[in-house]
């Protein structure tokens, strides 16, 4: 991806450091094979393994403020820290004109980078969660480290593949400012039964909503060859069917949240082509 660095966002948080606060210090770093004991677990017993395993208290006690000191950096460091900046600035910038152009304001999302484990207004995040989007507080959390998992475990390199994934993450904010999230979340209250699917319908839109910055990013003339296939490569990576398949052998349709890989890259694409939010109802798709 073409990118020139434009300093840290004003909208990044940089929370390395801080602890999960109130649970004794940070939370022990998990790698991907806790992260899907846990998530195999929450699907069988149908309870939140996470919060338990993280001791997650009020949800709406608020993340840790920042620390004072920054951090000490690495130029590597520093460089991707740039990059994701560059990377939120973008989406925003661009979803802050598709807002405009239907007539409504776009209030950005924030994004808070930290180590091992944070408090957040959803409860305690942790890396062995992967990035996430907590309503309540509007704003994104990851651990930098993921992309080294997005890498190297999950076989998805490259610049791009980042990109997707903060761009994904910022789709769940563009659901929750359009009320979507609220209109799913009480469509499960009303029917648990269809709870995964309702899930896996809003994660497919926000692969769907990333496309649709992708198709700008392509408009503007600043992606490299092979940026796309890196893209659909991560989104491939992370589907539910692969994931369950590394870690049991077996695929459990019934417990997915995300969608396989087939359909989160088509979500993807469809984004992508076509550069059009309406083109992501994924709720009336068959």
């Known amino acids: 991806m073409k990118w020139t660095p434009r300093g840290r966002s004003a909208n990044l948080d940089d929370l390395r450091g801080s ?23 929450s699907f069988i017993f149908k309870r939140d393994f996470f919060s338990m395993a993280g001791g997650a208290g009020d949800p709406t006690a608020g993340r840790t403020a ?7 950096t ?18 925003q910038e661009t979803w802050s004109k598709i807002f405009a152009n239907e007539g409504q304001t776009y209030q950005p999302a924030r994004l808070a980078i930290f180590t091992d ?76 039964d269809r709870a995964n699917e309702l899930s896996v319908r809003q994660e497919l839109q926000a692969d769907c909503l990333a496309g649709v910055w992708a198709h700008s990013t392509s408009q503007r003339d600043i992606l490299d060859p092979g940026d796309v296939e890196e893209a659909l490569g991560a989104a491939a990576a992370v589907g539910d069917d692969r994931i369950q398949r590394q ?5 459990q349709r019934e417990t997915w949240t995300h969608g396989s890989s087939e359909q989160r890259m088509h979500w993807f694409q469809n ?12 709720f009336a798709a068959r």
């Open 271 to 282: 984004g992508f082509q076509t550069g059009e939010i309406d083109r992501c109802d994924t």
């Open 117 to 192: 484990a944070v408090r957040s207004g959803c409860g305690v995040a942790q890396t062995a969660m992967g990035p996430f989007y907590c309503p309540p507080d509007q704003e994104v959390y990851i651990d930098l480290g993921f992309y080294n998992e997005l890498r190297q475990r999950f076989g998805a390199p490259g610049d791009f593949a980042q990109a997707y994934v903060i761009a994904h993450e910022i789709g769940h904010h563009v659901q929750h400012q359009l009320g979507i999230s609220d209109q799913v979340r009480q469509a499960q209250e009303r029917d648990p």
């Open 66 to 72: 920042p620390q004072q000191a920054p951090v000490p």
């Open 19 to 41: 602890s999960a606060g109130g649970f004794g210090g940070a939370l022990p770093k998990m790698g991907i094979g806790g992260f899907i004991v846990l998530l195999l677990l």
């Open 247 to 251: 870690a049991t052998g077996e695929i």
């Open 74 to 91: 690495s130029p590597e460091e520093e460089k991707l820290i740039q990059y994701v900046s560059f990377v939120l600035d973008d989406t």
